[in-house]
């Protein structure tokens, strides 16, 4: 059994859209990423998907409305909700969902990743 | 859809060791208590548990070892593996854990909550 400090797992890497897993809880990954630009448009047919923003500001937008994020804020989007995240500066979000996700859903896009690096 | 932002979830109780629901994701809680002092020995049978820290510092007891957590920084107990959380001062911390997690296991306090309360 081991700590984990968001702060140090963020200093591990860069890259954008990329996320990675720290640990994992019932079957759920924990996953860190890095983002800033557009992301695809997507949904999960079979998992909500919980975003943690721990720095900086991001938008979810949906067909109807769209959702700002700031620091210290969560949303937790359910199954089959189509979404798309948008970060004009770098936010580091943390992610918790089914270890079955995949980023970009269905979607297949120059921005999906097909294997999760743990770190 | 509902955006949460923990700060003001907190804000809303002082209760020690009485976690309340602010979400759920895929079967899971999303959790948030604040806690001072001493907890029961305990574990879960059959759930993994994580704790984030939001504010302060919490020890976690281990027959073998202690794990001192501090802010921004989270641990995953496994199921079946038995712990001690303590407080020394006031924390603010958050959980995840399947809906079915009691937060005694299957010890019996004058701690034990049988029902989570939603805020």
Chains 1, 2 share one sequence.
Do not use: C, Q, R
């Amino acid at each position: 059994m081991k700590k984990i400090n968001l702060k140090e797992k963020f200093d591990l890497f860069s890259d954008y859209w990329n996320p990675k897993i720290i640990g994992e809880v019932n079957g759920h990954d924990i996953k860190l990423a890095k983002v800033k630009g557009e992301f695809v448009w997507h949904n999960h047919k079979n998992e909500d998907e919980l975003f943690y923003i721990v720095k900086g500001t991001l938008i979810i937008k949906f067909h109807k409305e769209e959702i700002e994020l700031n620091e210290g804020e969560m949303l937790i989007v359910p199954k089959g909700v189509e979404h798309k995240p948008i970060a004009k500066n770098e936010v580091w979000i943390l992610l918790f969902e089914p270890g079955s996700t995949k980023h970009t859903g269905e979607v297949k896009s120059k921005l999906t990743v097909e294997k999760y690096e743990k770190i």
